[in-house]
């Protein structure tokens, strides 16, 4: 079964709302180190703890980082970039970019990158964090990518599977970060929600519905489009 104890952890967007605890909950878990990796990496008190350039849109910094970080048994694909405004078809074409970039390809090529690293090591873990609004298509080009991003996990999930590598999903609705600080409906707070992952982790599970909302809305993906989107009707009204 993975486990954080001794593990080498690789957090990217670690100094995000989430990603800052997914460093300060790997070490209480016994992870050996973390590299804490960002755009503008931050000081960090304490030796454990490696800050690291890189910026998942490029390929060239995730190829530096991979060649820096070769020890790395628990990679975490934790950066995100959101959007201001839910329409599809009128997002910029940087909008679109930049989160197809930032939450499409960086996981996929990180997790590219560092999967020959990570099955050299017997009980290393992937995980991704994906969101309930992979599975809930209103937030445009962002829920677009998430659900891309679910669906490359469960593509790495079989083919590192005889590699001995475990990649788990991670689904969840508001988060108390930055990235959801326009939200007023209830949000996990960010420290219980990289416990349940990395309980999840531990417990050997794939998948993490962190969430009731997430919950639900995998639950009705099997009714009729209609049932998960009510607005529907009110449109053909
Ligand atoms: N908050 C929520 O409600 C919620 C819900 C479901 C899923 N999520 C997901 O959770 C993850 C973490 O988000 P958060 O809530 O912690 O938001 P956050 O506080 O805004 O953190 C996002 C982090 O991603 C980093 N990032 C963005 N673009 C990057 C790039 N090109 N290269 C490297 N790092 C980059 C940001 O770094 P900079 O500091 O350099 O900008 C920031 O540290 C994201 O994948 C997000 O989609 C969040």
């Known amino acids: 079964m ?6 080498v952890v690789f957090v990217t967007g670690a100094n995000g709302g989430i990603g800052t605890h997914f460093v300060h909950e790997a070490l209480a878990r016994g992870a050996a180190k973390v590299y804490a990796t960002a755009r503008k990496p931050r000081s960090w008190d304490d030796e454990r703890i490696v800050p690291l350039t890189l910026d998942v849109t490029d390929p060239a910094s995730i190829g530096a ?5 070769a020890d790395v048994t628990v990679l975490i694909n934790n950066a995100g970039a959101s959007v201001s405004s839910a329409g599809i078809l009128t997002h910029t074409d940087e909008e679109i970019r930049t989160n197809v970039e930032t939450n499409f390809l960086g996981p996929l090529y990180l997790a590219r990158a560092f ?17 309930l ?9 962002y829920s677009a990518t998430k659900a891309a991003l679910w669906s490359a996990t469960n593509s790495l ?13 991670v689904h969840v609705g508001y988060v108390d970060t930055p990235m959801a600080a326009h939200a007023t409906d209830p949000k996990t707070p960010p420290a219980d ?14 998948e993490v519905l962190a969430d009731e909302g997430s919950a639900q809305v995998k639950a009705g993906l099997s009714a009729p489009i209609e049932a998960l989107y009510p607005q529907l009707k009110a449109a053909n009204a």
């Open 193 to 206: 929600l990289v416990r349940t992952v990395f309980d999840a982790v531990e417990a050997g599970e794939y």
């Open 2 to 7: 993975p486990s954080l104890n001794g593990a």
């Open 133 to 141: 609004l992979s599975w809930y298509a209103v937030a445009g080009i």
């Open 65 to 69: 980082a991979a060649a820096v970080a």
């Open 157 to 169: 999930r079989l083919e590192l599977a005889p590699e001995g590598v475990h990649v788990v999903g």
């Open 115 to 131: 999967a020959p690293i990570l099955s050299r090591n017997d009980e290393s873990v992937i995980i991704d964090i994906h969101s």
